[in-house]
């Protein structure tokens, strides 16, 4: 599965910014995605995941009710909302895709992923 992340940019604090994580030469709904980020310094961290059945979504603490993931199997795109920005938020974003297809469950470990797309650059200044 090669995945690419894309849609981020330069916010300033309380504004909003989508990331596509598309898939190609695979079918993208048979994956669960997990989207974590690294800013500079700091260790990778779990942001959101969805499962491959989009029944499943999680989000760390310091994103809920700012980040929505979502999926769209007809564009084989997994997207990530992300309102109310923060600086804190600023960081490579990168989506990733574990080995097991078809999953009910999604989690934030790293370790459960296989598959790690390019990262996209989320600068939230002012």
């Known amino acids: 599965v090669q995945l690419q992340a894309s849609g981020g940019g330069l916010v300033q604090p309380g504004g909003t910014l989508t990331l596509s994580c598309a898939a190609s030469a695979s079918t993208l709904a048979d994956y669960g995605i997990g989207w974590f980020r690294q800013a500079p310094g700091k260790e990778r961290e779990a942001v959101s995941c969805?499962?491959?059945?989009?029944?499943?979504?999680d989000y760390r603490d310091s994103v809920k009710g700012r980040f929505t993931i979502s999926r769209d199997n007809a564009k084989n795109t997994v997207y990530l909302q992300m309102s109310s920005l923060k600086p804190e938020d600023t960081g490579v974003y990168v989506c990733a895709a574990p080995l097991i297809r078809h999953t009910t469950l999604c989690g934030f470990s790293p370790y459960e992923y296989d598959y790690w797309g390019q990262g996209t650059q989320v600068t939230v200044s002012s």
């Open positions: 969805i499962s491959a059945t989009g029944g499943t979504t």
